[in-house]
């Protein structure tokens, strides 16, 4: 199965189940959840189900293209399952079926993981999925998200796609994963790698970035005074990618790296609390929708979380 | 009439370490439930696995039984008129009850005479108790971390997918989130998924294992063990011994196989450390190793799916522990091409603690401290060696190795340290630094890495309470208490006679300064340290001697903490003994007389020329006597001559109180004599706070 195949029967799955398709977001990010398709999607009480390839830039790990394992950017495909349905699991189990991973041919494993991202005042509970004691998914809960409890709680699958590939394949070094017949990984990315880690590394120029981190942030918190979280959130994204461009060059120092974190935390929050006004002040639209992927069985005890964003609304009228 | 019953909550994978203690809950949960709406119960057994927690018990009864207790009505005096027939509050309590006044009695109570009613209440039906029961279990798990899940508001350590209720063949409803119970339970995900329908709770065992689940925990732990050994021995070797990550890979698997791998033998270069925890840490892998311990290049990997082609599956389990390896080489090999010794300037850059600075301030307070106590120790031909191993004691923690497994900090130090020629003492100590790790860990073989690893501890200690950061009840994010206990590990493992004070102290100067603190912060943190570790020794101890004769001798000091626990086990020893409460309670009242009197006399000795009675001039004679014998042998650490020399004074304590009176009105005289006394309360004092021993009040003159 090539990388292309493989993304596609991905998608393919999660498109049966009634999941959306949506492209990757254009704006740098660290990893899948970074998007608005998850990090803002998975606040509040609309359902949301999606499926996407998210390139994820992570500078630190660049390595000139050398290193077999690790690269600058590599491809998660991210699902969003909204409110989790019941057979998540099963779900998930099957598109594994669909790229040929058979769990009576593979020792297929849920391992503890618990998941937070401090930047984006993130947190959840879940898996790593292992096959034959590779951990090839993550599987995650979320219970909050920019600082608010997650209802309903979404359920995040994140496949790390390169080392899929290699897997399937059968390949020592990423860049020999074959991306379609005839054209390997490395003859599309290699020249990435080594040039954006000579970026990353060298060629960055702290005080650009530094000034760039300046006015994204100033960015962020104007647009969020007109009431534009998405913009603003665009901002935010820009804020933590020069953070992580300054942090692979080595121009933070040890003190002031937390101060940078809150930085970018601060305003992620607040693109969060932002966003949920809005869609607050809309009606939370996508409710109408009845949309669901999965089983959802009725609730026996209590009424169903989401609930508390009535009140939230009503603060929002009121 | 009983029948069994079975509950089993059926779940998304729990997390390993959290399966042992929720099934323990669940079956105390059950039981308390059944206990108190009094259903007899015989046996019972609990079953867990990743996806299951579930406990049987034998025999629950249908019913309860019906109860009579007595309930108390109106007094006497109130529940009759002048002309004796029952009052409004006699009839209104009579029919609260459901009884007619005339079945009312008296009863006599500590408060006067009151009326009474029997009441009867019916036993229920188990069917009737078991719903709110089971449901009240379910929901009373808790875990370290919960989670919600869909729309559901309860909490669980992740969502729970079914719920088996049995009694006999009957299923009860329980409800929890979303979930109903019934009478299915699933089998292993992949080879029985079911759901297999159970008649009766005692088929729930076999179903299951006919379902491919391994359910009992003790037995799937066997299991993997017999199957890790069978497969280490095809491989001509054994399973390194590790019962820790046996549990945890028992509670990984439901179906457990074992699969024996192999990997280059090139990679065996490698420090043997660094390859267990490769293995172990991230796959949960059984190292396998020689008759003689050495590790071979294989491993044995738990599978929970017995597969079609163990090949296939092995090629990936390889090829994890591959890359991982290599990886590891890299590390190993990049972190090697830079001396141990250039790395420590890079400590400037890592922070220890917010306020207390980097590693580097860190190391730097390590060594003065370090030299401090080889010199306490007598072994100042150490300090070159001592410094040496301080000073490179933190550098690993920037290779690239530590970074990938902060596990082996001090081992990489270690090997690094001799890689970069470092002398073999020194490097040893880096190692030695961190140890003990644990309660079950030894004391370093040597004093070097003792006394770095004291001085770390007591740095470590000392910035926390500087900064007014003691641990609490829940939170010790810095491993005080470990670290508290290291440091009297290491003294008595090594055999240290220091002062702990003058060491805290030293400590307290460093982090000080610092903090800018001034002497009344550092009085304070050097108190609440003292406290403690005097919490600290208190638990350590209580295994040694009754809590008030620790308490006790505590009282009297631990600044040498060798001297104070030989006191202790001096007076573990006699504290028993059927002449040892007499005289506890005699110098209980000697402490009495000083503790009251003591503050107005002279701080002079007793003056014999006051003595008028001949027990008088025996006691002092006894008390200074003894007084010089039980320093000479604390000195000399014998503790129970010194404890015999004060046991001594008991004769003549008790023919002074026969013949004396102490509190005459003669007061020169009462002074003098509450003076003598004093004196005998010191010869104890060295020992321990007599007054703090729980004698019995009987016999007390």
Not at chain 2, 203 to 227: F, N, S, W
Request: proline fraction near 6%; include cysteine; aromatic fraction near 8%.
């Amino acid at each position: 199965m090539t990388f292309q195949e493989l993304i596609l029967a991905l998608q393919q799955h999660w498109a049966a189940q009634g999941c959306i398709l949506t492209q990757a977001y254009d704006v740098e990010v660290g990893a899948g959840t970074m998007a608005p398709t998850t990090f803002l999607r998975a606040l509040g009480p609309e359902p949301w189900n999606v499926a996407y390839v998210q390139p994820s830039r992570r500078p630190a790990d660049g390595r000139f293209g050398d290193n077999p394992n690790r690269l600058f950017q590599h491809h998660q495909l991210q699902v969003i399952l909204k409110p989790s349905p019941k057979d998540g699991q099963a779900l998930y189990l099957d598109s594994l079926k669909a790229i040929g991973i058979d769990p009576l041919d593979h020792d297929l494993r849920f391992v503890e993981d618990d998941w937070e991202a401090p930047t984006l005042g993130a947190w959840g509970l879940g898996w790593e999925v292992w096959c034959d004691g590779m951990e090839i998914t993550q599987f995650t809960y979320f219970q909050q998200c920019g600082g608010f409890e997650c209802r309903p709680v979404s359920a995040e699958l994140t496949y790390g796609l390169e080392r899929i590939a290699m897997y399937l394949q059968n390949v020592e070094n990423v860049f020999d994963v074959e991306w379609v017949k005839g054209v390997s990984y490395g003859e599309v990315f290699h020249r990435n790698e080594v040039e954006m880690s000579t970026y990353a590394f060298r060629a960055s120029d702290p005080a650009v970035l530094f000034a760039l981190f300046e006015i994204h942030e100033k960015e962020c918190v104007r647009l969020l005074a007109q009431g534009l979280p998405l913009p603003a959130y665009e901002a935010a994204l820009k804020c933590s990618h020069t953070f992580n461009l300054l942090d692979a060059r080595g121009a933070i120092s040890v003190t002031e790296r937390a101060g940078f974190i809150k930085r970018v935390r601060d305003n992620a929050r607040a693109c969060a609390k932002a966003y949920l006004e809005v869609r607050a002040a809309l009606g939370f639209p996508l409710r109408k929708t009845g949309w669901t992927v999965g089983q959802q069985p009725p609730l026996l005890e209590g009424a169903p979380a989401s609930r508390v964003w009535d009140t939230f609304l009503a603060e929002q009228k009121g | 009439m009983s029948e069994d019953l079975l509950f089993e909550v059926g779940t998304e994978e729990l997390p390993a370490g959290a399966v042992e203690p929720a099934v323990e809950q669940l079956r105390a949960l059950v039981l308390s439930g059944l206990d108190g709406a009094r259903l007899g119960h015989g046996a019972a057994r609990t079953f867990a696995t990743p996806r299951r927690l579930a406990v049987l018990v034998e025999a629950v009864e249908q019913r309860s039984p019906d109860v009579t207790r007595q309930a108390l009505g109106p007094p006497v005096k109130a529940a009759f008129g002048p002309d004796g027939s029952h009052t409004k509050a006699a009839i209104k309590f009579a029919e609260a009850q459901g009884v007619t006044v005339q079945a009312l009695h008296r009863v006599q109570t500590p408060k006067g005479e009151y009326l009474a009613a029997e009441v009867t209440e019916p036993g229920r039906a188990a069917s009737a108790l078991l719903p709110g029961l089971l449901g009240a279990a379910v929901h009373g798990i808790e875990f370290r971390k919960s989670m919600r899940w869909g729309e559901a508001e309860q909490t669980f350590a992740r969502p729970v997918q079914w719920l088996l209720a049995l009694h006999g063949q009957e299923v009860f409803p329980v409800v929890f989130a979303d979930v109903k119970s019934g009478r299915m339970t699933l089998g292993h995900r992949f080879l029985s998924p079911g759901p297999h329908p159970v008649a009766r709770p005692r088929d729930y065992p076999g179903l299951l294992e006919r379902a491919h689940v391994l359910a009992e925990v003790g037995r799937r732990k066997e299991r993997i063990r017999t199957e890790a050994a069978e497969a280490a021995r095809k491989a001509g070797g054994r399973i390194r011994d590790d019962e820790a990550l046996l549990d945890e890979v028992t509670e990984l698997v439901e179906w457990p196989t074992a699969l024996l791998g192999s990997f280059e033998e090139r990679h065996l270069e490698l420090p043997p450390e660094v390859l267990v925890q490769e293995m172990t840490s991230h796959q949960r892998y059984f190292p396998v190793v020689d008759a003689g311990g050495k590790l071979l290049p294989r491993f044995v990997a738990i599978s929970n799916t017995p597969v079609r082609d163990p090949a296939l599956s092995l090629r990936g389990y390889e090829r994890v522990l591959r890359s991982r390896l290599t990886d590891g080489r890299f590390f190993f090999d990049e972190d090697r091409k830079v001396p141990l010794a250039a790395r420590v300037p890079a400590l400037e850059r890592v922070v220890w603690q917010g306020k207390l600075g980097t590693y580097a301030e860190k190391v730097g307070r390590i060594r003065l401290l370090a030299a401090g106590l080889t010199r306490a120790v007598g072994r100042p031909e150490l300090l070159d060696i001592v410094d040496r191993a301080a000073l490179l004691a933190k550098a690993d923690l920037t290779t690239g190795m530590v970074g990938e497994f902060p596990e082996l900090q001090g081992i990489m130090g270690r090997e690094y340290a001799l890689a970069s020629g470092e002398p073999p003492p020194v490097a040893q100590a880096i190692a030695d630094h961190y140890l003990p790790r644990g309660a079950s860990d030894p004391v370093p073989a040597d004093d070097p890495g003792a006394l770095v690893g004291m001085a770390d501890r007591l740095d470590t200690l000392a910035g926390l309470f500087a900064l007014g950061k003691p641990p609490t009840a829940s939170a010790d994010p810095f491993g005080l208490r470990r670290a508290c206990l290291g440091v009297v590990h290491l003294v008595l493992g090594r055999g240290y006679r220091l002062s702990l004070g003058e060491a805290v102290g030293q400590a307290l100067d460093g982090v000080g300064k610092k903090l800018g603190l001034g002497a009344a912060q550092v009085a304070e943190a050097r108190a609440q340290l003292q406290e403690f570790f005097r919490g600290r020794l208190r638990a350590l101890w209580a295994d040694r001697a009754r809590a008030d004769v620790v308490e006790a001798v505590l009282a009297a000091g631990f600044d040498d903490l060798r001297q104070a626990r030989t006191r202790l086990d001096a007076f573990a020893q006699v504290v028993g003994a059927s002449d040892f409460t007499p005289l506890a309670i005699a110098f209980k009242r000697v402490a009495n007389i000083v503790e009251k009197q003591g503050s107005d006399v002279s701080p002079e000795p007793a003056d014999p020329r006051l003595f008028q009675e001949p027990s008088e001039t025996a006691l002092a004679q006894a008390a200074r006597q003894a007084s010089a014998e039980v320093h000479r042998a604390l000195a000399a650490e014998n503790a129970p001559a010194a404890l015999a020399a004060a046991r001594s004074l008991k004769g003549p304590v008790d023919a002074f109180f026969d013949q004396v009176l102490v509190m005459t009105d003669d007061r020169p005289l009462r002074e003098n004599r509450v003076r003598l006394l004093r004196e005998v309360a010191q010869v104890f004092a060295p020992l321990a706070d007599l007054s703090r021993i729980q004698a019995e009040a009987a016999g007390a003159p």
